[in-house]
């Protein structure tokens, strides 16, 4: 029926392939359409009006027209015929030409193919040119109409799809009150739905319906929002809506992209109006507890540095990833200060204050179950976090130290972690005092290093001898420990061999290859035998290892006394490191590897080996 072709600087023409010569222009943006005038009055009662009155100035006008064409005779036919047409503009026609051109159609009695993404556009269409019922029976406000309630409406997808395409038609749409039915169709909708199957998962469905809501401009977004808070929607969906939202939207969320996912680009004065709305739209409480949603908020809390956000914001933020702190990873705490007044790498504060929002929480549920693993999990995340911000040159070893003891000393089973932070920070900073370095390693609980730490640590020549004094007296504990237990095993082994019988019987029995295999309590005992004589080695092996330990610690506690020059190196060393300690065996059930280093000359073959 039409078919579309370039002209002149106007852009595209449009003639309707009837076989009439078109009377009417309508000219839509770029796009220039040919049409006919009695189909159109048909339909329309605004172009009904417009052509009625271009006509009545039509005679009026006539003899102008004849002097103008006299002067150019060079003038085509066509032209000519132009000039007798109706001409018709519509510069901010809504859903521009594609949308007029299916009105046109329309109005030619040409089958029309409705969708959720053009049903909005039509139906404000129909309104700029007066479609309506009562102009023309079934006309296309009816037909737009009554899709929308039947099939828009009704579905979710469709819903957020049409709410969609209402960005570009403001304000019309906005007068047809195609945006108020479908916020309210949407957060329904949503309302109604089990908020399970809104949660994040490791690998994200792109299907999921609250992916599809990201698809939004921020203001629609907003008013979406405020109405599913006005329908009661479950707070969970509500707070992972704006998740998901922000991670597309603003920048710094995913830091695969550093980029936002949205088409348009907006300035860093949307992105934090954008940044402080949803934030402040977030719930008090935390329910989206996942890695995907720590690390969002994470995103979210560098952006608002960037941005220079408000305190608010920054706050809740920090308080809700504190809430959920164990479903962090490091590279989530390892965030570059961005304050001028700051002199190092990593925004230390920051991840102390959310280590303290973090401990409230805990105190808070003390005795609820999980506590204690979230606490355990966030001892080893903050000991990874303190190996790599040791590194920085610009750490005081007052910040360092401040965040060592900052967790409680139920959040670390060993200290093997914590041990590997302060030797990276010592060995780093080789210039810092004497005194600074023995606050670095006081941070450690040596009654907490398992053997293989210990063992390192003695032969650590960067770390202060007083540090390296109470590993070895600790070690010795250890090995005293292991060795009276060593006893009891032994003695009990012999015991039960005194009290056995001997072989009183023996039983063959038959394998399916046909061999026998003679099994029995004859077996029993001299496996028992064995393990005996195995044990027995292994305590004389011990019980050498103890007694070069106390030549060692008789050596250093004879140099302490001369360093100190106060009390008896008895009185000294019993308060310092005596009976106010707990003994432990150091087997760690997470071994740390440590790397090895050359020890100091004078226990380098002392301690290079346990037997």
Known sequence: MAASMPTNSKGQAWFCSTGLPSDVIVDVDDMTFHLHKFPLMAKSKKLHELITEQEANFTSNTVDHKEIHEENETKTETTKTEEQCCHIRFPNFPGGPKTFEMAAKFCYTVKIELSSSNVAALRCAGETLEMTEEYSEDNIISKTERFLSQTVLQSLSDSIETLKSCEHLMPIVEDVGIVTRC?????????????????????????????????????????????????????????????????????????????????????????????????????????????????????????????????????????????????????????????????????????????SQFLTQSQDLNGVEDTQAALTLVGKLIDGYLSEIA???????????????????????????????????????????????????????????????????????????????????????????????????????????????????????????GTTVVEGEEVTWREAVRENQVLRIGMDSMRTRVHELERECTTMKKAIEKIDKVGGPTGWFTKKFGCTFKTQVCDSHEPTVVETRKGRNNRTNRHRHVS
């Open 183 to 355: 916020i309210d169709s949407i957060s329904l909708m949503v309302s109604s739905m089990d908020p399970s199957q809104f949660g994040w998962s490791v690998n994200e469905a792109p299907t999921n319906k609250l992916d599809e809501l990201t698809v939004l401009n921020p203001q629609l977004f907003k008013r979406l929002i405020i109405a599913m808070k006005g329908k009661n929607v479950n707070h969970e969906i509500i707070e992972n809506c704006l998740l998901r939202y922000a991670k597309k939207h603003i920048s710094g969320t995913n830091r695969a992209t550093r980029k936002p996912q949205c088409s348009y680009k907006p300035s860093e004065i949307d992105q934090k109006e954008l940044l402080e709305t949803i934030v402040t739209n977030l719930s008090k409480q935390t329910y989206s507890r996942s890695s995907q949603a720590v690390k969002i908020l994470f995103g979210m809390l560098r952006s608002a540095n960037i941005l220079n956000a408000s305190d608010f914001c920054k706050s809740t933020l920090e308080k809700k990833i504190g809430y959920q702190f164990e479903q962090a990873t490091l590279d989530d705490l390892l965030m570059p200060s961005y304050s001028y007044l700051s002199e190092t790498l990593y925004d230390v504060d920051c991840v102390k204050r959310i280590l």
């Open 391 to 513: 590194l920085d040159a610009n750490l005081k070893p007052e910040k360092f130290c401040e965040l060592a003891v900052a967790l409680p000393e139920q959040a670390r089973i060993y200290d093997d972690g914590l041990y590997r932070s302060v030797d990276v920070y010592i060995k780093a900073h080789p210039w810092i005092a004497e005194a600074d370095r023995e606050k670095i390693s006081g941070v450690l609980d040596c009654r907490k290093l398992t053997l293989e730490a210990c063992t390192h640590a003695a032969q650590n020549e960067r770390l202060p001898l007083r540090a390296v004094v109470q590993v070895l007296f600790f070690e010795q504990l250890q090995l005293r420990q292991a060795i009276a237990g060593t006893i009891m095993a032994t003695e009990m082994v012999a015991s039960d061999s005194e009290r056995s019988p001997g072989p009183t019987r023996q039983e063959t029995v038959e394998q399916h290859d």
